[in-house]
């Protein structure tokens, strides 16, 4: 069973592009969720979804983020016009089931790199 | 400061003694996890702990729990140079919450 996977790995990018990061849940997982993690801190949660669902999006910028999870396919969170203070490596994890009575798995992350 | 906080923030041991790491929160929880993260790598899930829970075990780590005191430790026993890494504490801050509230972390180095 593979774990959560994330692509890319790495990703730069120049100011005012656009960023996608894409994640795969582990298999029979339905739930997932991005975390950003700046420099030096730790995991800040940003957006909780279920399949084709965004459930809780507390966590995320007003503006030039969005989070998808649709029915086929992985997660993807897009981040428009991105600007130096989006550089960050962005985790996703999931479970199988909503609550944290269950661990959550988190990929190898996304670093995002702004010049 | 803020939910999940962890103290030390940074410990420099010898191989082979004990790290004790420490994570206090403020609200009450349901679990608490430890995670560990090697430099630029993700997160390594290392235990679980229920808030009905006051002690869990998994090979050389001990983790305890006090609710009473909200607050959390990891015992790392006979440390290796492989457990140089930054540890977390993650809580999910009030019932029924799927969302974990990560502290900054404890930069731990072991010295061989």
């Known amino acids: 069973n593979a774990g959560v996977m994330q692509n890319p790995r790495h990703l730069v990018r120049r100011r005012g592009q656009e960023a996608r990061l894409r994640c795969s849940p582990m298999k029979g997982h339905s739930h997932v969720y991005w975390y950003r993690q700046l420099p030096e801190e730790g995991l800040k949660f940003m957006v909780y979804l279920q399949k084709e669902n965004i459930i809780d999006e507390s966590g995320m910028p007003k503006e030039r983020f969005s989070a998808e999870f649709p029915k086929e396919g992985p997660s993807i969170l897009r981040i428009q016009q991105v600007v130096r203070g989006d550089s960050a490596a962005y985790f996703c994890?999931?479970?199988?089931?909503?609550?944290?009575?269950?661990?959550?798995?988190f990929g190898p992350g996304t670093r995002l790199t702004v010049t | 400061s803020q939910q999940g906080e962890e103290d030390p923030q940074a410990l420099s041991i010898q191989e082979g003694e004990n790290a004790t790491m420490n994570c206090s929160y403020k609200?009450?929880?349901?679990?608490l996890q430890w995670y560990r993260q090697n430099s630029g790598r993700g997160l390594v899930h290392l235990i679980l702990i229920r808030s009905n829970e006051r002690e869990k075990h998994s090979g050389r780590l001990r983790v305890t729990l006090d609710t009473s005191k909200k607050s959390s430790s990891l015992l790392i026993t006979a440390s290796r140079a492989a457990d140089t890494a930054s540890y977390f504490c993650a809580t999910d801050g009030t019932s029924g919450t799927y969302k974990y509230i990560f502290g900054t972390g404890t930069r731990l180095k072991v010295l061989a």
């Open positions: 994890a999931s479970s199988p089931v909503a609550g944290t009575t269950y661990e959550q798995y």
């Open positions: 609200t009450s929880i349901n679990n």
